[in-house]
């Protein structure tokens, strides 16, 4: 009866409000909060950024012009008025739509394609990492007993290395580049995520029908793969989205103490380090892609949090 | 219960020391020739035979295994051997620099927590007000800015565009009064993410305990709003913050390098990146032993906070 009521109530207040402009508005804001469309769009933007780079950049993001070297962004028409026909050659009315850095190569060419590099690192990490810390923390709570102490001490040790020193170290013992350094991230991923799949397969195994499954004569790499497996899946997206946005963070800094991905490669981290001598001359170098990296792990936060509200309410945090 | 609790942490800690300089180790003979990363050539061509007297004079010809222990013998002895570039003792370097570190750690410590918890309490107390989303906007950014660009935007702004901050550097030999601007932006920088995840977890955890039965309990007995906001739910709401401390300080140690390297800072994290653009392996090795060391002798201390402030706290299980 009483929910009848609400309803009704509901109802009637939502045809009354409809009308006005602020509750357009309000409505809309709502929207926002409830669905993370702003989050979604800018991520599917960069994607589709990173994957048709080499129709969308206007430059080769490795061509050298030293005529071009620090010309400023297209709005600047100052800038351009003085300088006329120099760059008459180029795209878009002979300008550089966010500048050009010290050698004169394309900014935003270079950020989108640093946007590939970074996307494609962190999730290819992260994949890697999901899959390695999934099968070592469902063993660990699988099989329990001195396997897990093993495994958990060995997570606790890992856990204690300073990563970005090591990331230091293999660059000057092993070298560097995007397979090293998709390498490193899945090794500072994984050990993020055993205790979580531990905890969760911990208390997985306990019910019923995984014991249905044993009797069934099921073999233990059965049930960790058709049972266990599909049961943490959940939570290991949510863990997932929740630190890829982490993972674009620890690369572009490895990047920019250029010890990360290779200098040929453009990349927002190298891209902020390149700029760094210019910031009295030439701000946009480091600006754009220090909000490239803004956006998308701000995105990448959002859409974690959303994602854990929606699937997980244990993990929830208090709103 | 709490001493064998206390103990087994210890041999944690011993462990974790012997396993991150066992990595390192490893990786310095990833590649074929580790003598390579000892001698500086710098293009020179170095006769075979000298080669063979160091590599013999170095210990590099023996099995690893005797290796390590060799230099995990010395180190306990106080040697952490010699620079690669500059050939001057390891722990001199490391005295000297060692300083400036943990000035701009504390600062940055200080800075994180004194803003971080209080402000999560606030945002927790006047949930859904502008000082919640004031709050909320803080935490998301320093979770999202990477720290080092923050130093850039930084730098541009208030060192090169104002002109009202040093822009790299201690300040060394200038005169008090004007030497706390040099920590201005570097404890700021490095103090956001800690601050950042202080704000969260406190938010979280006050909000809960807020909504327990023994707050519920308090105030319905008539207790002050203030005693029960301080003595029965801020007291409980602590637990969480202090549990991850040690999460955020990996970050924070890590944060120490970047913010180090891009103002200057004279302290062991810039020793670090200088060591790997003069490609010497030694004084690395030793910055990894000496920010192990810290991570573990620090997270031993969150321990010991940990059994002392919450006795009911079960050994063992985990809080995320």
Same mark, same amino acid.
Request: glycine share 6%; hydrophobic share 20%.
């Given at each position: 009866m009483s929910t009848r009521i609400d309803f009704t109530l509901a109802e009637e207040s939502r045809t009354q409000r409809s009308n006005s402009p602020v509750a357009i508005l309000s409505s809309g804001w709502n929207f926002l909060r409830r669905w993370p469309v702003i989050p979604v769009v800018i991520l599917v933007t960069l994607l589709l950024m990173s994957i048709f780079a080499s129709v969308l &950049? %206007?430059?080769? %993001?490795?061509k050298q012009q030293i005529f071009a070297s620090l010309a400023h962004p297209a709005w600047d028409d100052d800038y351009y008025a003085s300088t006329s026909g120099k760059f008459a050659e180029e795209k878009f009315g002979g300008r550089y739509i966010l500048g050009a850095d010290e050698f004169g190569r394309d900014v935003l060419s270079r950020f989108i394609y640093g946007a590939r590099v970074s996307l494609m690192v962190a999730l290819v990490a992260m994949v890697s990492g999901m899959i390695l810390g999934a099968w070592v923390g469902i063993t660990a709570g699988y099989y329990g007993g001195l396997i897990d102490e093993l495994l958990s001490r060995f997570v606790d040790i890992w856990n204690a290395l300073p990563f970005l020193l090591v990331a230091l170290v293999v660059s000057i013992t092993i070298g560097q580049g995007l397979l090293i350094m998709m390498a490193l991230l899945v090794m500072l991923t994984w050990v993020g995520l055993v205790r979580n799949i531990r905890a969760e397969v911990l208390t997985l195994k306990t019910r019923d029908y995984i014991a249905a499954a044993r009797i069934a004569g099921a073999s233990d790499l059965h049930i960790m793969f058709r049972h266990l497996f599909p049961g943490i899946l959940n939570l290991l997206m949510v863990l997932a989205s929740l630190r890829v946005g982490g993972l674009i963070l620890t690369e572009s800094a490895l990047s920019f103490l250029g010890v990360?991905? %290779?200098?040929r490669i453009p990349s927002w981290g190298s891209m902020i380090s390149d700029g760094r001598i210019w910031l009295?001359? &030439?701000?946009w170098i480091s600006f754009f892609p220090g909000l490239g990296i803004l956006l998308t792990v701000m995105s990448f936060n959002f859409l974690g949090d959303w994602i854990r509200d929606k699937t997980d309410p244990r993990l929830r945090q208090s709103k | 219960m709490v001493r064998k609790f206390l103990l087994l942490r210890l041999v944690f800690a011993i462990l974790s020391l012997i396993g991150a300089t066992t990595v390192v180790f490893g990786l310095s003979h990833a590649?074929?020739?580790?003598i390579n990363l000892f001698i500086n050539a710098d293009g020179y061509f170095i006769a075979p035979e000298t080669l063979e007297a160091l590599r013999e004079k170095w210990g590099l010809d023996k099995p690893l295994v005797i290796q390590y222990t060799t230099w995990l013998g010395n180190v306990i002895r106080g040697d952490l051997g010699r620079s690669v570039a500059s050939q001057r003792p390891i722990t001199t370097i490391m005295k000297e620099r060692w300083g400036a570190t943990v000035q701009l750690a504390v600062a940055a410590w200080i800075f994180g927590t004194f803003i971080g918890i209080p402000l999560g309490v606030l945002s927790a107390l006047k949930r859904g007000t502008s000082w919640d989303y004031v709050a909320r906007f803080v935490a998301l950014f320093g979770q999202s800015l990477p720290a080092f660009w923050i130093a850039l935007v930084g730098i541009w702004i208030f060192g090169v565009w104002l002109e009202w901050l040093p822009v790299f550097g201690r300040g060394d030999t200038e005169p008090l009064t004007e030497r706390w601007k040099y920590f201005v932006m570097p404890t700021i920088v490095l103090g956001w993410a800690p601050l950042a995840g202080y704000l969260r977890i406190t938010r979280s955890s006050m909000l809960e305990v807020m909504d327990s039965e023994y707050v519920k309990l308090a105030r319905a007995k008539g207790a002050s709003s203030s005693k029960v906001i301080w003595k029965h739910a801020f007291r409980n709401a602590l637990i969480q913050p202090i549990t991850v401390s040690t999460l955020l300080l990996a970050g924070f140690l890590d944060g120490a390098v970047l913010v180090e390297s891009v103002f200057a800072w004279p302290g062991v994290g810039r020793v670090s990146v200088e060591a790997v653009n003069s490609n010497d392996f030694t004084v690395l090795m030793g910055t990894v032993f000496i920010f192990t060391a810290l991570y573990v002798v620090m997270s031993f201390i969150t321990d010991i906070l940990y059994t002392v402030i919450d006795p009911r706290i079960r050994l063992g299980t985990e809080v995320d």
């Open positions: &950049a %206007p430059e080769d %993001p490795n990360g991905i %290779p200098s009295d001359q &030439a701000w | 590649k074929e020739d580790p």
